[in-house]
């Protein structure tokens, strides 16, 4: 042997890495497991959940053989996890699932283990934000997965890519101190897109700092000035591929790749914090950085977060954005259509489809949403996407006489689905309610039918669409349950059928 001594160090090295991959999930404090999940049904269909919208980017899964008939107390709990703050969704890659959260004054990812909760590993960083309008001081943006990586993008803008199975950080970009990014309304919040090796992020960042002490005059001026709008990172490196810059800053949406005219393009809804306020819809090649267009899709009014990303209608060549801004008079929905050249005209708008944050879904030429700004406002609609009309509008509510008893009323109390979020599975939608109802519907163009419907927990701000995956639904409880007093968690709930 010529050489022992590299022989045994390559060994050593091997074994390591081996060791390191294959690591065990461990039982931690936060976790509260509670009854195994039943088998996966012989022909159901699985699929991982990579990002926020799902592994087709539309709130749609291709998984079958789901339980669609719940007993009264609803699907089973397999496990809890208690979280810190954040408004945002896990994503799931095999037996991987990752959240995101601000926990102890540090960001938080944590990768866990897909039916048991246990966990694999936990990566943390310390950040200083506080919210300026008091909702939550944790990360906006999802984690997202692809070939082997994690992406993360917290609310003080820093970009995180993490081995997704050792935990091991790979490279980070402070994009805040790199491209100037303010603080915006709610802090940075859209989750980024990985595309063909590429990480492409809604920047909005600025030719300078802005000092949040700054006057609210001067503030509003600054934040209309030109900057790096939209970057795409080298997933292996974190090195800038190519960067757009332009005026129109970070929204809470993100970044959608589309088929337009059989090549692959990227759609934005961009806009930030400005005034007058500037944004739309943004047409981008991925691979080049080229802005092939802007449409402008935004009213002049300084408060407003667009928070849903575009919809894109298959084999049309056309796009959807929407908003509920502003208050009172909302600028609704416009869908467009590109040419040959990918430039976007507009085919029809609507008033009576201006959603706040969750993403209409797409289904057999009709779009289904919520429509309205404000909790009484909210109704769900169903529009033809080919001409703008709406078809039917529609309130599922219910007497709910438990939580009237354990609120000392006489009556039951009345309840809604509010500002929920749909998610197309198995011939049905689910549908996660603003306080913590969950439903299976059937919608169509001849109305809504709820074919089930539970009550996971009592909370507000139930605002992120859950995750699918393997037949296992996780949800995000964001604030404290009305009855049962537990705080900001995560849960994984069974949803195998037969």
């Known amino acids: 042997m010529k050489n022992p001594s590299r022989l045994f160090l390559l060994l050593f090295t091997t074994c390591a890495a081996l060791s390191a991959s294959a690591q065990e999930p461990q039982a931690f404090d936060r976790l509260t497991f509670h009854a195994a999940p039943k088998p996966l049904a012989e022909e159901a269909k699985t699929s991982g959940w990579p990002r926020v919208l799902g592994p087709a980017d539309d709130a749609t899964s291709p998984e079958t053989h789901l339980l669609q008939t719940w007993p009264p107390e609803g699907p089973k709990t397999v496990w809890e996890v208690a979280m810190g703050e954040g408004y945002n969704s896990p994503a799931i890659s095999g037996d991987h699932c990752l959240i995101f959260h601000a926990l102890d004054g540090k960001e938080t990812l944590e990768c866990l283990h897909r039916e048991t909760g246990k966990r694999f590993w936990s990566h943390a960083y310390p950040i200083s934000y506080q919210d300026r309008y008091g909702f939550g001081n944790g990360p906006r943006g999802s984690p997202v997965i692809a070939n082997g990586v994690v992406i993360t993008f917290g609310v003080t803008a820093e970009l995180h890519a993490v081995d997704l199975k050792t935990g091991k950080p790979l490279w980070k970009q402070d994009l805040r101190a790199k491209f100037h990014v303010p603080q915006d309304f709610f802090g940075a919040g859209g989750s980024p897109l990985i595309l063909d090796g590429r990480v492409i992020v809604n920047v909005g960042g600025k030719k300078a700092p802005i000092d949040d002490s700054e006057g609210l005059r001067d503030r509003k001026e600054r ?6 709008s939209v970057a795409a990172f080298d997933l292996k490196t974190g090195d800038v591929v190519w960067t757009i810059e332009d005026a129109w800053g970070a929204s809470y949406a993100s970044p959608i790749p589309a088929k337009l005219h059989g090549q692959t393009k990227m759609l934005i809804y961009a806009g930030g914090e400005s005034d007058p306020a500037i944004g739309g819809l943004m047409c981008i090649d991925p691979k080049s950085g080229k802005l092939h267009d802007k449409f402008p899709w935004r009213d002049d009014e300084y408060i407003q977060a667009t928070g849903t990303s575009p919809v894109v209608i298959p084999d049309k060549n056309r796009a959807f954005i929407t908003t509920a801004y502003p208050k009172g008079r909302p600028l609704g929905g416009v869908m467009v259509e590109y040419d040959a050249e990918f430039k976007a005209k507009e085919v029809w708008q609507s008033k009576k489809l201006g959603v706040h944050w969750m993403n209409p879904v797409y289904h057999e030429g009709h779009l289904y949403a919520i429509d309205g700004e404000t909790e009484p406002k909210s109704r769900l609609v169903c529009v033809n996407a080919a001409t703008g009309a709406e078809v039917w509008t529609q309130k599922i509510e219910w007497d ?11 009556k039951p109390v009345r309840l809604s689905i509010l500002r929920a979020s749909l998610l197309k599975a198995d011939g049905a939608f689910l549908c996660l309610g603003e306080v913590g109802s969950l439903h299976w519907l059937d919608l169509s163009p001849a109305g809504a039918k709820v074919l089930a419907q ?13 995750a699918l995956s393997h037949g296992l639904l996780y949800v995000r409880q964001q604030t404290k349950d009305l009855m049962q007093k537990t ?9 195998r059928g037969e």
């Open 223 to 228: 934040l209309a000035e030109a900057g790096v």
């Open 400 to 410: 709910d006489a438990e939580l009237g008893r354990q609120t000392g009323r006489a």
């Open 454 to 466: 539970a009550q996971p927990f009592y909370a507000l701000n139930t605002w992120s669409l859950p």
């Open 487 to 495: 705080g900001e968690r995560v849960i994984c709930l069974d949803l």
